[in-house]
């Protein structure tokens, strides 16, 4: 898929309206350098031998390669309908997983463990992404395409996924945290059923929560989604159904039973062909190195988990000499649960995969383990990135345009781009000239001293030291002095800062989807999705959305 737009600043601009909403204001902002992802997006063409470009003129997947047999295809398009139906799907969504049963059809796929209250933002701006992407496909190539969602329910680490931001009615960082009645260390998500310890969490989300038009029916729907006796997945599947309601996306939940069964044939060759996997897993990762970049993951990532009587998961070891032990799958087929980096191949040996959306670290993820699915006879994917946006209010907008804020200056936890503005011109010149000439007449006071007496050169150092301190004293209090003059901008910066950067993280890694459904309404997703189809919409660069 080809994104339009140029990585570099753009004007503000308008997007199709979606819904009944205001059509979103995007502006691209410049590249961040220093990443691999950073890197490909510049100049893919460095990158060829490790991923396909797809922002070159015309590019666009390879739909004729080999897809899923049809009897595993019509075996895994049931399971997820059922997932679909049973988590409260609308009829979008049911008739497009009735389409993944049709040979011809294609999928475009994303995925993300799943998270309290719909994880980070990221999580729907991934769904969305994926659902432009379909669109777009089906449109260039007349195929059916249908988005899929990969809850990846097999996540244990409880840490990342246990939390959740929220803004309250000052604009201030709120963190809710789930704190079940026991922990259950090392237990995969969709294992870890909401005890009654979440209804607390409810409790509190009207308390932190701006009161709008929406918040009742929003908070009922979290309710329903996040109730006692549900699993983390279920929980995050049902919220973020209701969060793309109308697009046709489909989650799909991989731990089913049913999937692990058909999927076997994916984790017995991991086992099988462990250390070759890993033997091409490192020399990729060489390449990348050479090129000045970490590898995303160590050739550990590629490797097959079995989850035992207490739900924890333990790693299938192969013997010394990289063979697996006889009947080592015994009794594990439907417990079987993939690395990071063998994940991607049990997806896309289920789906008929024509386009992989991922984030950063996926991206990166892919750049590794390329040559797997040669080794598993599986075809890949093309591969290309989610959007990376930030929502700003118009009143935040002004930060950046009126009082002259760079975006990343806002990350700083410090208000130090705000008094580098905040002071007076004419006292920060005053200021300045003030230290010039005090550092000049010194210097000449304490050659002068010198020359009489050497004792008296560290004398006039220590009073040069306390006039500077002086000045800079009186500096910060003029400084002081001016944001109190201006407080409503001082107020705004932080409100932006903290929106944008809430708790020094970036907003779509931080903020969960529910500030956004309660300040937007039931089209946010419909919103997202229209911006994502614009134009000007660069895959490749940050993207503010104003509203």
Known sequence: MTPAGNPTETPVRSAPAAAE?????????????????????RKPERFADLLPDPFAAGASPDIRSPMPPDAARAATARVIATTNRVWGADPAVLASAERLRDPQTLAVVTGQQPGLFGGPLYSLIKAMSAVAAARGLEARTGQPVVPVFWIEGDDHDFEEIR?????????????????????HVGLPAFRRVLDDSILDLHGQLPDILPETEYTEGLLL?????????????????????????????????????????LAFPVYEAAVRHEAAGRRQIAARTREIEAMGFHGQAAAEGYGVFCTGPTGVR??????????????????????????????PLV?????????????????????????????????????????QVAILTKSQLRVLDQDGIGFDEL?????????????????????????????????????????????????????????????ADLEAKSVRAAKRRDEERRQRFLRARNALFPGGAPQERRLSPLVFANRYGPHFGAWLLAAFEDPAADRRARNLLVR
């Not at 939390?163 to 922990?183: F, H, K, T, V």
């Not at 969060?243 to 039973?257: A, F, I, Q």
Request: aromatic letters at 6%.
């Open 21 to 41: 909403d205001p059509a979103p204001l995007l502006r691209a902002l410049p590249f961040r350098p220093g990443t691999f992802f950073d890197a490909w997006t």
């Open 221 to 261: 729907a979290a309710r329903d989604c996040y109730a006692p006796g549900r699993s983390l997945s279920e929980a995050f599947g049902r919220l973020l159904l209701h969060l793309t309601r109308g697009s046709g996306l489909v989650v799909m939940d991989p731990t089913r039973p049913e999937l692990k069964r």
């Open 411 to 471: 990350s700083a936890g410090d208000e130090a781009a705000l008094n580098r503005r905040a002071a007076d011109p004419a006292a920060q010149a005053a200021f300045a000239q003030a230290n010039e000439v005090m550092d000049s007449s010194l210097e000449a006071v304490e050659q002068a001293a010198g020359a009489v007496d050497q004792s008296l050169t560290a004398a006039v150092r220590r009073a040069r030291g306390k006039v500077h301190a002086i000045l």
């Open 314 to 343: 333990a790693r299938v070891r192969t013997d010394a000499a990289g063979d697996p032990p006889e009947g080592v799958l015994d009794g594990c087929v439907e417990r079987l649960s993939a690395a990071v980096l063998l994940r």
């Open 163 to 183: 939390g959740a931001w929220l803004l309250d009615r000052s604009g201030s960082p709120q963190a809710l945290r789930y704190e079940p009645e026991d922990e």
């Open 347 to 387: 997806q896309d040996f289920l789906l008929p995969t024509a386009i992989y959306v991922g984030g950063p670290s996926e991206i990166a993820y892919h750049a590794q383990m390329g040559d797997l699915y040669g080794l598993h006879g599986i075809s890949r994917p093309f591969v290309i990135p989610r959007h």
